[in-house]
Structures are given as structure tokens and as C-alpha cells.
């Protein structure tokens, strides 16, 4: 008899995401002559930057040749784009990160669910409502749950609300939690966290030797110059966290695939027989066991980010998305509606109108303006009555997505 992973059946039937896409295809089909925008999953339009194409293109070539042609990479990542990515996003700013503690991997989707690999099935694990779902749904995967509510929230988790009635900003847990997730720019308030609210976190988790995993994958937004980029611009952080960074959303690399964690060495856990360990070595050892490591070519392209061009014509990108969600935050607020983020994020969090649930809005904007937004509940039971939507689109199709707007309030 073959038996299963029983975790897996207390999941919802689908990822949101997914279902999204179910109903939106569904609606395609009965109505082929919609013309739908979608401002639901946070995918990039705009195409790569010049120079990551020309890196891209010569490493390419190199594999064509026999005296520069290049087998198995090294699992961790080529040096070459270590090195640039401790240069220009850390220690530029300040934060003490080396080459050798950044991992480069296919993802931060892929990472923030494999570093439970690591971790043990014991730990009290803390996330904010609402949430990236991945951060929950891994931990589902690996046991670290109950079963769930009919809020959708599951028991074993420690949950952190953020609304509007906090100002989005999360109070420390009242217990101690071993795993704190912290997402900034947020996924999907659009919120940015403080210097000083970081140093609140690094604090607490200092002195209840807890690790904080911090999703840094939009950090490209910024616009504040009083808002740290990493967790490691705050005192004692090497000392708590682990960061994870993606090029999906800075480099438009969602179908390129590349990405990077950083592990410092002195971050350490806590075997059941009181021990302290090194997580640097465990996630080296599980990385290089169960990755081959992202492409040459790839790599290339992402190191081509860092050159002077690369920099330039990204910055440009970003501007573009920004705004994008400039020109959607000012008319949705002209009509009267409530929203957050879009400022330092390419996000928009916004109340739903006439009290409609989040999936009554969903289908609401779907069916009367042939608009495609991501429902809030799916982030967790405190984003009831709200929406997410994107700014990754054409500037024609975030124009005329404000139209549609108008033509509904």
C-alpha cells in the first residue's frame, strides 16, 4: 500500500491563483468578444532591458563553442553574479553581506517554500493576515498545521492582523514564535515597513531567538529614501533573518526564472537537544542536494542588471509600473474609493464597494467591466472586503482599466 502526504488534503481545493484563472477562462469562453484586462497576478509586460538581452545572447554563444562552452554551474551560483549582487544591493547600502552567503535559485516563490526543508516541525510560526498564501500553504505541506477554519485560517499558526484599522503595520506577537514572515514592500497591501519598525522585529526576535524570513522581492519599488531595501540595514539583523530577493518584478525575469537567498554564517537554530547550529552550512547542504543550479545564460542576464546601462534601463521599467499604479491610486481615489499602497510598491489594496465581499467584487468588475483583480480573502481572512490589483500592464490598458472604473462607482 502507497500512502500520501495527508497534509495535502487539508488544503483548499485550489490555489488561488488557479482559480482566478478558472473563472476568468470560463468567462472568456461565454463571452469570446470581452476584451479582459488583467490586473490580477503580478506578472510583467514589459520586455527585458536591452542589456540583459545582449548578456543573455553572448553567453549563448559561448555555449557554442567548444573552448567556452560550460557543463554543470556551481549549485550556489557563478561568482560573477554573487559578487555583484552583495556589491550593488547590499553593501552599497550598507548591510554586511557577503558573495559566499547568497544562494542563487529559480525563485523566492520556490525558496521561502524549500527553507522549511531546514527547519523543524516544532516551531510556532507567525504570518501576517493577509498574506502571500505560499507562506501558509508550505507550511500546510510540511505539517506545521491543523486543520483550517471557516475563515480559512489554520490552527497552530499564529496570525498577525493588518488592516486599515492599524494602519497596516502588525503588533509584535503577544507569545513567542520561532519562524516570523515578514513581507516588504508588502505582498499584497502594498504597505512599506520602517526602519523603525524593523528594529521593533529584529529586537523581538533577538531576544526569543526567533528567525524572521523576510521577502524582499520588491524592494526595486522604493521610492523613500528613509525606507530600507533589505533587513539587514538594521543593526543585529544577520544575527535573526534570512532575506529572500527575486529578479521577477526588478527585471522582469517571471519567465527567465532567477533569484537569490541570502544566509548569513552566524545565523544559527536550535537542535532538540539544545544545541546551536549553523543554518549556512544545512541550507548549502539541501540547495546543492536538491538543485542543479539556475542557467549560464540566465545568470549572465541578471548579472547585466548591475552594469551602468543595466541600471538605467531598469530604473526606467520601474518608473513605468510606478506609474502606472500612480495613475490607477489618483483616479481610484477621485471616485471616492479607499485605497492603500502603490507608492513605494506595484501594488494597490483597495475596500471593495457597497460592502461586496471580496469575490463579489471580483465577479462584480469581471462581468461589468471585463476587469481581472485578485480577491483579498485568498491572502487570508483580514483581507475580506478587500482587492488587490496590479500596475504590471500597458499604459493603453491601465488607461482604459480606469475608464471601466468609472463607468461602475
Not at 536591452?50 to 573552448?67: G, N
Not at 501576517?128 to 475563515?151: F, R
Not at 499602497?341 to 461586496?356: C, H, M, R, S
Request: with cysteine; net charge neutral; aromatic share 12%.
Amino acid at each position: 500500500m502507497t500512502y500520501i502526504n495527508d497534509n495535502y488534503l487539508k488544503l483548499p481545493a485550489g490555489y488561488l491563483f488557479p482559480e482566478i484563472g478558472r473563472r476568468v477562462k470560463k468567462f472568456c469562453e461565454d463571452n469570446p468578444s470581452a476584451k479582459v484586462i488583467r490586473l490580477g497576478i503580478g506578472d510583467v509586460t514589459e520586455p527585458l532591458a536591452p542589456a540583459v538581452i545582449q548578456a543573455m545572447h553572448s553567453a549563448v554563444d559561448e555555449l557554442a563553442v567548444r573552448s567556452s562552452f560550460r557543463g554543470y554551474g556551481p549549485e550556489q551560483g557563478y561568482d560573477f553574479l554573487r559578487e555583484a549582487i552583495a556589491r550593488h544591493d547590499f553593501q552599497a547600502r550598507g548591510a554586511e553581506v557577503g558573495a559566499d552567503e547568497i544562494f542563487v535559485s529559480d525563485g523566492s516563490k520556490c525558496d521561502a517554500g524549500n527553507i522549511l526543508d531546514i527547519f523543524g516541525d516544532n516551531n510556532v510560526i507567525a504570518v501576517l493576515d493577509p498574506v502571500y498564501p505560499v507562506y501558509v500553504d508550505t507550511n500546510v505541506m510540511a505539517g506545521h498545521t491543523g486543520p483550517v477554519d471557516a475563515s480559512g485560517r489554520y490552527s497552530g499558526l499564529v496570525y498577525l492582523p493588518v488592516t486599515a484599522d492599524n494602519d497596516f503595520v502588525p503588533e509584535l506577537p503577544r507569545q513567542r514564535v520561532d519562524l516570523i514572515y515578514l513581507c516588504y514592500p508588502n505582498n499584497p497591501t502594498g504597505v512599506v515597513a520602517t526602519r523603525e519598525m524593523l528594529k521593533r522585529w529584529v529586537e523581538y526576535a533577538g531576544q526569543n531567538g526567533s528567525i524572521i524570513l523576510f521577502d524582499a522581492a520588491y524592494e526595486a519599488y522604493i521610492t523613500d529614501s528613509s525606507i530600507p531595501h533589505s533587513i539587514y540595514e538594521i543593526d543585529g539583523a544577520r544575527e535573526v533573518a534570512i532575506e529572500f530577493r527575486s529578479f521577477s518584478k526588478t527585471a522582469g525575469f517571471t519567465g527567465v526564472r532567477c533569484a537569490f537567498t541570502v544566509i548569513p554564517k552566524g545565523l544559527k537554530g536550535n537542535t532538540r537537544d539544545g544545541r546551536q547550529v549553523a543554518i549556512h552550512p544545512m541550507w548549502n547542504r539541501r540547495h546543492s542536494t536538491k538543485f542543479n543550479g539556475v542557467s549560464y545564460p540566465v545568470q549572465r542576464g541578471a548579472a547585466a542588471i548591475y552594469s551602468p546601462e543595466g541600471k538605467q534601463q531598469l530604473r526606467e521599467t520601474i518608473e513605468f509600473y510606478l506609474a502606472n499604479a500612480r495613475l490607477m491610486r489618483e483616479a481610484l481615489m477621485k471616485l471616492g474609493i479607499q485605497v492603500y499602497g502603490g507608492v513605494n510598491a506595484p501594488y494597490l489594496w483597495l475596500k471593495t464597494l457597497g460592502n461586496l465581499s471580496s469575490w463579489e467584487f471580483f465577479d462584480k468588475l469581471l462581468h461589468e467591466a471585463h476587469l481581472v483583480g485578485t480577491p483579498g480573502s485568498g491572502f487570508g481572512a483580514c483581507g475580506e472586503g478587500y482587492f488587490r490589483l496590479s500596475a504590471f500592464n500597458s499604459r493603453a490598458n491601465i488607461e482604459e482599466a480606469v475608464k471601466r472604473f468609472e463607468r461602475i462607482v
